[in-house]
């Protein structure tokens, strides 16, 4: 838990930095667009993280079934809105070139979700066989 607080902290003063940064600047229809794509879903990846508690770690194994909170309609959150959070930032930038992140960044989550999935069900069965049917992504 200390390291997700630790987490926490370090990814709110730079949302700060950047907010402060960000709202100088004039506000363009797509900076617009951009922050209220990114600012929430800023926000939800955070949560998704938090959520997450000593689950969460950089290879796939299985020690808890997260089920509750955003996992319990997203079996992946972190993906989903660390992607949107990039989306927002590449359309704040006025950057349309930048969205090839993207073409690289989403097949490799879903590689990623796929050998998760496949832990998941080695490890909880049916259990997460049932939780699978109930989610998205």
Request: aromatic share 10%; charged share 15%.
């Given at each position: 838990?200390?390291?997700?607080?630790?987490?926490?902290?370090?990814?709110?003063?730079?949302?700060?930095?950047?907010?402060?940064?960000?709202?100088?600047?004039?506000a363009t229809?797509?900076?617009?667009?951009?922050?209220?794509?990114?600012?929430?879903?800023?926000?939800?990846?955070?949560?998704?993280?938090?959520?997450?508690?000593?689950?969460?770690?950089?290879?796939?194994?299985?020690?808890?079934?997260?089920?509750?909170?955003?996992?319990?309609?997203?079996?992946?959150?972190?993906?989903?809105?660390?992607?949107?959070?990039?989306?927002?930032?590449?359309?704040?930038?006025?950057?349309?070139?930048?969205?090839?992140?993207?073409?690289?960044l989403v097949?490799?989550?879903?590689?990623?979700a796929r050998?998760?999935?496949?832990?998941?069900?080695?490890?909880?069965?049916?259990?997460?066989?049932?939780?699978?049917?109930?989610?998205?992504?």
């Amino acid at each position: 838990m200390k390291a997700n607080m630790v987490t926490l902290a370090m990814v709110a003063v730079g949302m700060v930095l950047f907010l402060r940064y960000a709202l100088e600047l004039p506000a363009t229809v797509p900076r617009v667009a951009g922050l209220a794509i990114a600012i929430p879903s800023f926000f939800l990846l955070g949560l998704a993280r938090i959520q997450l508690g000593n689950a969460f770690s950089a290879r796939a194994k299985a020690t808890t079934l997260v089920t509750t909170g955003l996992y319990s309609r997203i079996r992946n959150p972190i993906y989903v809105f660390g992607a949107l959070l990039i989306t927002g930032l590449i359309v704040w930038l006025q950057r349309p070139l930048l969205l090839l992140i993207l073409a690289v960044l989403v097949p490799m989550q879903i590689y990623r979700a796929r050998k998760e999935a496949k832990v998941l069900e080695a490890k909880f069965g049916e259990e997460y066989l049932a939780y699978k049917r109930k989610t998205w992504f």
